[in-house]
């Protein structure tokens, strides 16, 4: 049974910077895609960072480029979201999600099959 976890989400000022943790279990191999993505109240679920197998090809979305970096350590399971310049429209519930098969990485929610329970972020003003 696939379990994602985040962790490290929590309070910042604007400006800021935070470390989001995904720690995957069950998982019977490395080669699945990974992506953050985030959800506002009353906004729908959006794409974030995706991030290839291997790690060396990753996609941001327009309004996080040049601020955040996502990476994985395939050895520990784990994914990361660096967050720095935080900003207060950063405010979200940050999930981390998983392709189920091998395929590229996708900023389509739809295209993942395994989701965590999300982690709060919430940066003041």
């Known amino acids: 049974q696939v379990q994602l976890v985040e962790s490290g989400g929590g309070l910042v000022q604007a400006g800021g910077s935070l470390r989001l943790s995904c720690a995957a279990s069950?998982?019977?191999?490395?080669?699945?895609?990974m992506a953050w993505f985030r959800q506002a109240p009353g906004k729908e679920r959006e794409f974030v960072a995706a991030i290839n197998w291997s790690g060396d090809n990753t996609y941001y979305a327009d309004s996080v480029k040049g601020r955040f970096t996502i990476s994985r350590d395939n050895a520990k399971n784990t994914m990361y979201l660096q967050m720095n310049s935080l900003k207060p429209e950063d405010t979200a519930v940050y999930y981390c999600?998983?392709?189920?098969?091998?395929?590229?990485?996708?900023?389509?929610?739809?295209?993942?099959?395994?989701w965590g329970q999300g982690t709060q972020v919430t940066v003041s003003s």
């Open positions: 999600a998983v392709r189920k098969h091998y395929a590229p990485w996708s900023t389509d929610r739809n295209d993942y099959g395994y």
């Open positions: 069950g998982l019977t191999n490395s080669v699945n895609a």
